[in-house]
């Protein structure tokens, strides 16, 4: 039988501690325990379903990493308080000092700068790579290297990533597959196609509604019990803990992931048709133009489509600043950051969530100031979507004005 994520967490069946059909929230930052010997033996990691402090877990973060695991197909999972809080401690867990992380060079901005900037200061240095090029990839490989780093959808070029083909190399140069699947939840399983630990931002996609941060890391046992051991675990120690009134709300909001991320995908889709129709740069891993494609169309959980992002390239940062104003301003939008919400949200990443990069690796990259990142929303009727959208365009002479606009 085939791997469904959404089957996995539809199967999921917990019984609130009163009978309700939601697990109640739990409420406490410490726990009691019974005998002395027990709390001891919790500290050593060696009784089960015993919890001490809300910082190492909490029933209710338990319960949203079940799910999550359940949906990434790995053994475990463990909560964190953003999604930057659970790629800081993956890979201060990973590296100690003299240690090498080879990255993708399209990545989140904060990741980059933590990379780039941070995590130097501890004597980790990065190689950052065209992660669509193995070849790149495998010669940026040292001796000192542990960990291959990339994003399955990358932000914001949307390039994709071989996972499979980087698992191979990871197991061939005894490396851990680090991969941040924000971009992609329900699309891709990286852990199916080899990667050993997969990351989300819970902010963007799986909470679904922009009004909390929050992160995972999917993985083993093993390594999820080393992030959380007391005496040097990163999520224990560096506290980067989830609140569980928040895991209660995200546990609720990725029971509707699977309607959300397929309505997401059919209206980038449609968008994207129509726009590239009409003669925009438009990149959308869901278009035969896109060059990672076919080997997306061999992965992916083709119920679920090309994901929600998509970009158009409007030449300059002067006519895409216009651009996204007068979306906002037809409310077909909001000029912000992040992604995942009901609405559509747009911004130019060249001088936003990717600013980190310095403007000669932007345009190494091919990361122009004209690029637009779109996360397309929840519209019901995406072709009423597309006739405002298309008018914008014509009317800052971004496109011409060649049919009648129905909704002008
Ligand atoms: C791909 C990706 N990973 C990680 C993050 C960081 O997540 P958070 O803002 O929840 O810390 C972001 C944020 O934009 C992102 O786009």
Known sequence: MSFNP??????????????????????????????????FDTFEGNADSCYLYSRHSTPSNLYLGKALAAMEGTETANVSASGMGAITQVLLQLCKAGDQIVSSRTIYGGTYAFLKHFIPKFNIETAFVDITNLDAVEAAINKNTKVLYCESVSNPLLEVANIAGLSHLAENHDLKLVVDNTFSPLNITPALLGADVVIHSLTKFINGSSDTV????????????ELRSVNDGASMLLGSTMDSLRAASILKNLRTLHIRIKKHSYNAQYLAEKFEADGLKIVYPGLTSHSSHEMLKSIFNKTYGFGGMLTIDVGNLELANKLMELMQERNLGYLAVSLGFYKTLFSAPGSST?????????????????????????????????????????????LENKEDLAYV
């Open 6 to 39: 959404a089957n996995n967490i539809q199967d999921l069946q917990y019984f609130g501690e009163f009978g309700g059909v939601n697990p109640s929230i739990t409420d406490s930052s410490t726990y009691t325990f019974l005998s002395a010997k027990t709390m």
């Open 214 to 225: 929050g992160g995972v890391v999917c993985g083993t046992q093993d390594f999820i019990n």
């Open 354 to 398: 990717s600013s980190e990069i310095p403007e000669e690796e932007q345009v190494e990259m091919g990361l122009n100031d004209g690029l637009i990142r779109f996360s397309i929303g929840l519209d019901d009727d995406i072709e009423r979507t597309y006739q405002m959208m298309k008018a914008c365009m014509v009317e800052l002479n971004i």
